[in-house]
């Protein structure tokens, strides 16, 4: 069961990024049918993160208490029905309605994968199981910008929204008829109350979710803005632009593959979250920043890319440890505890589109905005090396 459980929430992340990155591909047709500015589709990007954010903590003890067939049923439904109806919807006001109920759906998938894997995959298989699930993730982005840029130009955006929320139903048809829930036996009883109180007092996690809200940073600058930034710093085409970015995204899904394995077996050797996970995630989030700063002197479309693949390819390797140190933790509340972290993750969600599509109309570059990232991924590293000390971890 574990590796149907393991293909089950790689092809749910798959489709569930690719709802989210078809946008990022119709920015330009999107606002032409709609007359809005950046500004304006940064709320829209925003307001889809709202409603993810709503739902993270929520679905998290209903993961727990109910398991994840049902729970992630619910949100597959939900997130099927509204990306098919934004792709029907002529309202800008109606559209953005829409985009918060599909964050609400799509807020369950993250908490829903680890509390399966948490049900079905051993402790120290934990990282390389849930990296290669979350390669759905950078799949969808390295396989979004050429099929989503020759859809938009060949059907139009609409069509394109609309074949998505009906992919979602083919989805939810596999997972419906294969996926079980453990046995009463396997499985434990539900955490109490007192212990979800631990999972939001735990200095640990609180420093691994703000660095995940600085990975979410860099996550939703990718899916949101790329597009956008080389049509506007280096006029290109989307067609080109479609081919053209897809190297960060490869390099992530090698990087994600190479860290879960060489994780997993640090915490074979030493049992240690700390040196496994924590010292794992600050120094690939550290390289991150410091990639991005160049971006602010680039003037060549060729460099943009180059530093672009390193600071996406090293901020996303890091995101199997990220879920572990959840389950590594709270076995028992995993589906809460990584409701928590993807809580913080959405909040930049809400906040990262939005201000770097004001940052571009303040200054009309990405040079403000490529720094600013820089700065919050590097906060989340320091946070990590200062207050991430698990019990049972060294003091390095």
């Given at each position: 069961m574990a590796n149907?459980?393991?293909?089950?929430?790689?092809?749910?992340?798959?489709?569930?990024?690719?709802?989210?990155?078809?946008?990022?591909?119709?920015?330009g047709p999107i606002q032409k049918d709609f007359g809005i500015d950046n500004a304006s589709f940064g709320l829209a990007m925003s307001l889809f993160a709202a409603g993810a954010l709503a739902?993270?903590?929520?679905?998290?003890?209903?993961?727990?208490?109910?398991?994840?067939?049902?729970?992630?049923?619910?949100?597959?439904?939900?997130?099927?029905?509204?990306?098919?109806?934004?792709?029907?919807?002529?309202?800008?006001?109606?559209?953005?309605?829409?985009?918060?109920?599909?964050?609400?759906?799509?807020?369950v998938n993250f908490p829903a994968?680890?509390?399966?894997?948490?049900?079905?995959?051993?402790?120290?298989?934990?990282?390389?199981?849930?990296?290669?699930?979350?390669?759905?993730?950078?799949?969808?982005?390295?396989?979004g910008g050429p099929l989503f840029s020759s859809l938009i130009e060949t059907f139009g955006w609409r069509?394109?929204?609309m074949a998505l929320g009906l992919a979602g139903f083919v989805i939810f048809t596999l997972w419906w008829s294969l996926y079980r829930e453990p046995s009463q036996e396997v499985r434990s009883a539900p955490p109490s109350w007192t212990e979800y109180r631990a999972v939001l007092k735990d200095p640990t996690l609180l420093a691994t979710s703000w660095s995940f809200f600085g990975f979410g940073a860099i996550l939703f600058f990718?899916?949101?803005?790329?597009?956008?930034?080389?049509?506007?710093?280096?006029?290109?085409?989307?067609g080109t632009i479609g081919w053209f970015t897809t190297m960060p995204w490869a390099l992530s899904i090698v990087g994600m593959v190479?860290?879960?394995?060489?994780?997993?077996?640090?915490?074979?050797?030493?049992?240690?979250?700390?040196?496994?996970?924590?010292?794992?995630?600050?120094?690939?989030?550290?390289?991150?920043?410091?990639?991005?700063?160049?971006?602010?002197?680039?003037?060549?479309?060729?460099?943009?890319?180059?530093?672009?693949?390193?600071?996406?390819?090293?901020?996303?390797?890091?995101?199997?440890?990220?879920?572990?140190?959840?389950?590594?933790?709270?076995?028992?509340?995993?589906?809460?505890?990584?409701?928590?972290?993807?809580?913080?993750?959405?909040?930049?969600?809400?906040?990262?589109?939005?201000?770097?599509?004001?940052?571009?109309?303040?200054?009309t570059s990405f040079d403000a905005a490529f720094l600013m990232l820089a700065g919050v991924v590097g906060s989340g590293a320091l946070g990590l090396v200062l207050f991430a000390r698990p019990a049972g971890g060294t003091s390095e």
């Open positions: 149907i459980v393991v293909g089950l929430a790689f092809a749910l992340g798959l489709v569930n990024y690719l709802d989210r990155v078809v946008i990022s591909y119709a920015v739902v993270n903590g929520l679905s998290g003890i209903l993961l727990d208490r109910y398991g994840a067939r049902r729970i992630w049923t619910l949100g597959l439904i939900v997130w099927s029905l509204a990306m098919f109806a934004l792709g029907w919807i002529h309202y800008w006001g109606l559209f953005l309605g829409f985009r918060v109920i599909l964050g609400l759906g799509e807020g994968m680890n509390r399966a894997i948490s049900d079905w995959v051993p402790q120290e298989q934990a990282t390389r199981a849930t990296a290669l699930a979350l390669l759905g993730v950078p799949g969808a982005l390295l396989i069509e394109t929204f990718g899916v949101t803005w790329i597009p956008g930034y080389f049509e506007h710093a280096f006029d290109l085409k989307l190479f860290v879960g394995a060489f994780s997993d077996r640090i915490f074979l050797k030493t049992g240690d979250v700390r040196k496994s996970r924590i010292h794992v995630i600050w120094i690939l989030q550290l390289l991150a920043a410091v990639a991005f700063i160049p971006l602010a002197l680039v003037t060549s479309s060729e460099w943009a890319i180059f530093w672009l693949t390193l600071g996406i390819g090293f901020s996303m390797s890091a995101n199997g440890p990220y879920y572990s140190i959840c389950t590594d933790l709270f076995p028992q509340s995993a589906g809460a505890a990584t409701g928590v972290i993807v809580t913080f993750f959405s909040a930049s969600g809400i906040a990262i589109p939005f201000l770097v599509g004001w940052l571009t109309d303040a200054t």
